[in-house]
């Protein structure tokens, strides 16, 4: 379960909020401009939607 996010915050592992990837990717399943996105932003993301998260990663693992 932790293969996507390892492979997706790379080179922001301490800052997963600043990952372009992760920023885009909220961009387009949330709706707001990725620019605006910041630390605040980025942890009510995943707060709101952490059972979907949880289940794609479940997902994302057994593609794996």
């Known amino acids: 379960m932790t293969g996507f996010p390892w492979i ?7 800052r ?3 990952s372009p990837y992760l920023r ?8 707001c401009r990725a620019e605006t996105i910041g ?8 707060w709101q939607h952490r059972t979907e998260m949880l289940r794609f ?3 994302a693992g057994r593609m794996r």
């Open 8 to 14: 997706a915050t790379r080179g922001y592992r301490l």
């Open 16 to 18: 997963p909020w600043r």
């Open 57 to 59: 990663l479940r997902w």
């Open 24 to 31: 885009w990717r909220i961009e387009t399943y949330w709706g």
């Open 39 to 46: 630390f605040r932003e980025f942890w009510a993301f995943l």
